[in-house]
T-cell receptor
Framework: ETGVTQTPRHLVMGMTNKKSLKCEQH?????MYWYKQSAKKPLELMFV???????ENNSVPSRFSPECPNSSHLFLHLHTLQPEDSALYLC????????????FGSGTRLTVV | SQQGEEDPQALSIQEGENATMNCSYK?????LQWYRQNSGRGLVHLIL?????REKHSGRLRVTLDTSKKSSSLLITASRAADTASYFC???????????FGSGTRLQVQP
């Protein structure tokens, strides 16, 4: 285990469903991130939170809604997704400056049917 | 725009051989990092090199950085089958809120 826990590991949802991805870290990190990894594409940054405040929304569609209730927890709420949203969603955390690198969770493999 | 570009996209070698992967980037950086990803899993941080450093070692890993050419290389010596994974470079640049990753190099080490 890396210290960053993502649940669920796998998720299949219909386009009309609402689901949430959860990320939890107890490393004392102050920054948390959501990345999307699609086949044969670079990791795409979605959202950044520093000290619970969102500091980056990388032009992500509103059907993805992040929530960061505290520095240890990060959620990604999903609704009315499209099949092209199927991907591996990775959560990461770091110290505020990130100078020691990021710690990633194992990801949630999302399939939209 | 994509900051890091790894080369080659895929690499297949025999166990015991050295593996070299390259990364090019476009803008000035504070540091450059290398990560490893086993299939379908999260990324694992391997090594970080700062913009004022030229070379860094960690075990069987050797990273070089040439800021004049905006490029970095990752060398894995005496490769093992367990090194089979995808390797990504990521750049930390002033003005960007988070690391920017490349597309990765898929390394296959044949036993």
């Amino acid at each position: 285990e890396t210290g960053v826990t993502q649940t669920p590991r796998h998720l299949v949802m219909g386009m009309t469903n609402k689901k949430s991805l959860k990320c939890e870290q107890h490393l004392g990190h102050n920054a948390m991130y959501w990345y999307k990894q699609s086949a044969k594409k670079p990791l795409e940054l979605m959202f950044v939170y520093n000290f619970k405040e969102q500091t980056e929304n990388n032009s992500v569609p509103s059907r993805f809604s992040p929530e960061c209730p505290n520095s240890s927890h990060l959620f990604l709420h999903l609704h009315t997704l499209q099949p092209e949203d199927s991907a591996l969603y990775l959560c990461a955390s770091s110290t505020r400056q990130g100078v020691y690198g990021y710690t990633f969770g194992s990801g949630t493999r999302l399939t939209v049917v | 725009s994509q900051q890091g570009e790894e080369d080659p996209q895929a690499l297949s070698i025999q166990e015991g051989e050295n593996a070299t992967m390259n990364c090019s980037y476009k803008t000035s950086i504070n540091n450059l990092q290398w990560y490893r990803q086993n299939s379908g899993r999260g990324l694992v941080h391997l090594i970080l090199i700062r913009s004022n450093e030229r070379e860094k070692h960690s075990g069987r890993l050797r990273v070089t950085l040439d800021t004049s050419k905006k490029s970095s290389s990752l060398l894995i010596t005496a490769s093992r089958a367990a090194d089979t994974a995808s390797y990504f470079c990521a750049t930390d640049s002033t003005g960007r809120r988070a690391l920017t990753f490349g597309s990765g190099t898929r390394l296959q080490v044949q036993p």
